[in-house]
């Protein structure tokens, strides 16, 4: 599966928008694009995958680049109860998920 | 809530112990992965199973094995254990019909191995 790349941490206010980025320049063609989120302690929770369409559901939204070697996770509104480590992984059909660092967002007041 | 659930959620053994933990995955999911995170790290993935055929290993020795049953629940064994196996332990769930469905994973097991 691609290596995907994530700034190790960032800094949003409560009430704005959070953009998260993630590098996958060598993402293939049948490679989805997952977001995960894993609060202290707990499973990681799902927040949203594509393949080269944008995707919005009830959390978030994703914006994938039109040659698909980056996207971007919006949440729109940050609230405290989103600070978490967030990953982005690239997943082929075997459904093999390979973690990375992810970013470490922290939603201050 | 995802469906899938694993048990027991916290337990304490002593080295060379054997472990099992359990994982029920979400109804019609016929796939099940198993990660390992220790602390401040990210999963690590174990195996997974596919029609309860092992189908894909990560690099993790022999005496991590596993169980997928007909009803697709699954098991993680894992014999002689060590300190270092002290981990919280991830079941993830999946529909492998077609590529693009959602994963989802169970709130983890902690195992502390003293």
């Known amino acids: 599966d691609a290596k995907t790349t994530q700034p190790p941490s960032m800094d949003c206010a409560e009430g704005r928008a959070a953009n998260l980025p993630c590098n996958h320049s060598?993402?293939?063609?049948?490679?989805?694009v997952y977001w995960y989120r894993q609060i202290h302690s707990q499973g990681p929770q799902y927040i949203i995958h594509?393949?080269?369409n944008n995707e919005t559901n009830e959390m978030a939204s994703l914006i994938i680049t039109e040659d698909r070697k980056s996207s971007t996770l919006i949440l729109p509104h940050a609230t405290l109860r989103d600070t978490a480590v967030y990953y982005c992984?690239?997943?082929?059909?075997?459904?093999?998920?390979?973690f990375g660092a992810g970013t470490t967002v922290t939603v201050r007041a | 809530e995802t469906g899938v659930t694993q048990s027991p959620t916290h337990l304490i053994k002593t080295r060379g112990q054997q472990v099992t933990l359990r994982c029920s995955s979400q109804?019609?999911?016929?796939?099940v992965s198993w990660y390992q995170q220790a602390l401040g790290q990210g999963p690590q993935f174990i195996f997974q199973?596919?029609?309860?055929?092992?189908?894909g290993r990560g690099n993790f020795p022999p005496r991590f094995s596993g169980l997928q049953f007909p009803n697709y629940s699954s098991e993680l064994n894992v014999n002689a254990l060590e300190l270092d196996d002290s981990a919280l332990y991830l079941c993830?769930?999946?529909?492998?019909?077609?590529?693009?469905?959602?994963?989802?994973f169970g709130e983890g097991s902690w195992l502390t191995v003293v």
């Open positions: 109804s019609g999911h016929n796939t």
């Open positions: 594509g393949l080269k």
């Open positions: 992984i690239a997943v082929s059909n075997d459904y093999k998920l390979s």
């Open positions: 993830a769930s999946s529909l492998m019909a077609r590529s693009g469905n959602t994963i989802y």
């Open positions: 060598t993402i293939s063609g049948n490679e989805y």
């Open positions: 199973y596919y029609r309860e055929e092992e189908n």
